[in-house]
């Protein structure tokens, strides 16, 4: 079975990662080495890649995402909102938009690393919960455009990869 995880150098997908690999997975575990995600042609660059080196897909992690710092609204900059907009929202769409060829052959499966911040307003991280809504709202579309032969889903974590206090 094989694997593309972007974000797969990081908290999250690393764990996924690892998962993946020792159930017998091949896995293609992307970071910002292998293409900024926010350009178009990085992210379908990165797909297109995957794809040949792995032979076709069965599995597309999206857990890639940046911009998680805390700014009070009157702080938040443009840099900010597109850094928490980049990889999470327009990465994650242009991304599976174009694995979706590949998982539909494979009748694969697409997970959506989500965030509780999705549905709960966090005053000091405006940025980072409207585009973890934005991509919840992709998962539901996604999950609708690309039935029956992919299966999108996604999972929305409170903290769990994080330093403790
Ligand atoms: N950590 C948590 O407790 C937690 C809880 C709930 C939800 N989440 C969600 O899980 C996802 C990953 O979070 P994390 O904590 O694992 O973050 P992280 O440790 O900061 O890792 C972020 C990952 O995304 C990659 N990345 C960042 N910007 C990119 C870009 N422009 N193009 C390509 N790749 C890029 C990073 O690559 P490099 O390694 O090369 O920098 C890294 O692999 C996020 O969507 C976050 O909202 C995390």
């Known amino acids: 079975m094989r694997a593309l995880v972007t974000g797969g150098t990081g908290r999250i997908g690393s764990a996924i990662v690892a998962r993946l690999q020792g ?5 293609v575990a992307a970071g910002r080495a ?3 995600l926010a350009a178009v042609e ?3 660059a990165l797909v297109e890649r995957a794809v040949e080196e792995l032979g076709g897909l069965d599995l597309l992690v999206n857990a890639a995402g940046e911009g998680f710092a ?14 928490a907009f980049g990889a999470t929202v327009k990465g994650s769409f242009f991304v599976t938009q174009t694995a979706a060829a590949h998982l539909r052959a494979s009748h694969g499966c697409i997970v ?3 965030d509780v911040a999705a549905y709960q307003p966090w005053p000091s991280f405006a940025a980072h919960c409207a585009a973890k809504a934005a991509q919840a709202m992709l998962t539901r579309v996604l999950a609708r455009a690309l039935a029956p032969e992919v299966r999108v889903c996604g999972v929305a974590p409170g903290p769990v990869a994080v ?3």
């Open 23 to 27: 159930e017998g997975w091949t896995v």
């Open 34 to 36: 292998d293409g900024d």
């Open 42 to 44: 990085q992210a379908r």
């Open 70 to 83: 805390p700014r009070a609204v009157t702080e938040v900059t443009e840099a900010d909102w597109d850094a």
């Open 112 to 114: 959506m690393i989500e």
């Open 163 to 165: 330093e403790p206090d």
